[in-house]
């Protein structure tokens, strides 16, 4: 069975700080897609990455970044500089080996940036 | 860009009624998913359709059914509503290839 641990319940940091939202995840499958939402407080989820198992190089976007190792199956996600706009639960997730099945959720990592 | 659309995006219905949730997929999407997010937890899978088939099923109360119609539209359908239903429904979807799965905006249900 697939699994995805946020530990993180809650993190609060000040503006302009660097803060890194932890993913460890769980399966048999030798591929499979991992994936990173942004859920603001008007409710919808934003797709930030999707990131294929096969790919271990690590991704930047702008103030985001992606910490992909396989070897301890963690699919950590940094906010450089953060902004208020930041401010949401942030969920992890892992799909099936072609990435066209359902997904499994962390329990989500609620971040709050204080201006 | 076309979005994965859902309607309607609220909805408050008294415990026992009938409520129906309807997604329109991305166009050239084949599959469609629904999810369920009680508050305050991960959304949870209930059901998914490929080529207007179920494909999957997760947790889904029997009180609820879906379908794909054969515009690729989807319904999901919820009978003998009760409190605990009270929560955001997404459908998403995707393509015949890899990758490009999309939420739509989801439902919020409010069931009194």
């Not at chain 1, 530990?7 to 000040?14: F, L, R």
């Not at chain 1, 690590?58 to 699919?75: L, V």
């Amino acid at each position: 069975a697939q699994k995805v641990t946020q530990a993180q319940t809650e993190i609060s940091v000040v503006e302009k700080e660097d803060v890194t939202l932890d993913c460890v995840y769980e399966t048999r499958d030798t591929t499979y897609y991992l994936f990173w939402y942004k859920q603001p407080p008007s409710g919808e989820l934003v797709f930030l990455i999707r990131r294929n198992s096969f790919d271990e190089q690590n991704e930047i976007s702008g103030r985001y970044s992606w910490n992909f190792q396989k070897s301890t199956s963690s699919f950590n996600f940094t906010i450089t500089a953060s902004q208020v706009v930041d401010s949401a639960v942030y969920f992890c997730a892992l799909s099936d080996p072609f990435g066209n099945e359902k997904l499994t959720f962390g329990t989500g990592t609620r971040l709050t940036i204080i201006p | 860009a076309a979005g994965v659309i859902q309607s309607p995006r609220h909805l408050i219905k008294e415990k026992r009624e009938t409520a129906t949730l309807k997604c329109y997929p991305i166009p050239r999407h084949d599959t469609v998913y629904w999810y369920q997010q009680g508050p305050g937890q991960d959304p949870q899978f209930l059901i998914s359709f490929y080529e207007k088939m179920q494909s999957d099923k997760g947790s889904i109360p029997d009180r609820f059914s879906a379908q794909q119609f054969s515009d690729y539209h989807s319904e999901l359908n919820m009978s003998s509503l009760e409190l605990g239903d009270s929560a955001l429904y997404f459908c998403a979807s995707s393509p015949p290839t890899e990758g490009g799965y999309t939420f739509g905006s989801g439902t919020r249900l409010t069931v009194v």
